[in-house]
C-alpha cells in the first residue's frame, strides 16, 4: 500500500490536498519543493529529481509563480531542467522567451514529434504552423535504416478549405522541388498543372530586372538576359 494516502476535498483551485509552503524571505526563486530520492549505494540515500513552485520575482506583494523541473547529472546538484512561467510559456534547457510559447536551447537543439522507427529515424513529422490548420512544415525521413539520417524538408498548403498538399520540397542534397517531389538533378524544379510563371520585379527606379546564368562560377561564360 501507500505510505501515504491524503483523503480532502479541493475547496478552490489555489488549494490543494497538500500545500508545500517554503518559509525563506521574500525573493525570486523560493517556494515549496518535492525531491523524488532512493538508495543509490547500499543504505546510502540520495535525491535525483525534484519539482518546485518557486516565486518568480522578488516583488514584495507579488506572487506569480513558475513551476520548475529539476534533475541532477552523476556527481552533480540538482538543476533547473524546464520552467513553466507564469504566462504559461515553457522553456527547456533556459528560461522561457516572452516571445515563445516553447524555447528550447541546448548544446543540441532538437525537437522530434514521432512517429519513431527503428534506430531513432523520423517518419512523416509535421510541425503545425500558425495556428495548426491550412499549413504545415514536414521533417520526413528518406528510410529506416539504422543509422541513416537522410531526410528531406517539405510544405503543405491547403486552399480555401481544402486539405493539405505538398508544395514545396527541399531534399536531402539540398535541391528544390516546387509543384514536384523530385527535383532530380536540378537545383531549383519548377512543376505546373496549369501556367508556370516565374516572376522577377524591381523596384529600384531606373534599374532593370535581370537574370545570370554563369557555367561553374566562370563569369567568362556569364549569359544576362535583361528583363
Do not use: C
Not at 107 to 128: E, K, Q, V, Y
Not at 180 to 201: E, K, Q, V
Amino acid at each position: 500500500s501507500d505510505a501515504l494516502t491524503i483523503f480532502e476535498a479541493v475547496s478552490s483551485t489555489s488549494r490543494g490536498n497538500l500545500t508545500l509552503y517554503d518559509s525563506t524571505a521574500v525573493a525570486a526563486g523560493v517556494g515549496g519543493q518535492v525531491v523524488f530520492g532512493g538508495k543509490y549505494s547500499g543504505s546510502t540515500y540520495t535525491e535525483w529529481a525534484g519539482i518546485q513552485g518557486a516565486k518568480d520575482n522578488a516583488t514584495d506583494g507579488n506572487y506569480g509563480g513558475q513551476l520548475e523541473f529539476r534533475t541532477r547529472a552523476h556527481g552533480g546538484a540538482l538543476s533547473t531542467k524546464m520552467t513553466l512561467d507564469s504566462s504559461g510559456k515553457v522553456g527547456i534547457g533556459t528560461t522561457p522567451n516572452t516571445n515563445l510559447d516553447l524555447h528550447i536551447d541546448g548544446s543540441n537543439d532538437r525537437l522530434g514529434i514521432g512517429p519513431f522507427s527503428a534506430g531513432f529515424s523520423i517518419t512523416n513529422t509535421h510541425i503545425p504552423y500558425v495556428g495548426g490548420s491550412g499549413a504545415t512544415i514536414g521533417g520526413n525521413a528518406t528510410g529506416t535504416t539504422i543509422g541513416n539520417w537522410g531526410g528531406y524538408v517539405a510544405f503543405f498548403a491547403g486552399n480555401n478549405g481544402t486539405s493539405e498538399t505538398e508544395r514545396m520540397r527541399i531534399d536531402a542534397s539540398g535541391k528544390v522541388g516546387i509543384g514536384t517531389t523530385t527535383p532530380g538533378n536540378y537545383r531549383l524544379y519548377l512543376d505546373s498543372t496549369g501556367i508556370l510563371g516565374l516572376a522577377i520585379d524591381s523596384n529600384v527606379p531606373g534599374s532593370a530586372a535581370y537574370l545570370d546564368l554563369i557555367n561553374n562560377g566562370d563569369r567568362s561564360e556569364e549569359h544576362t538576359s535583361e528583363l
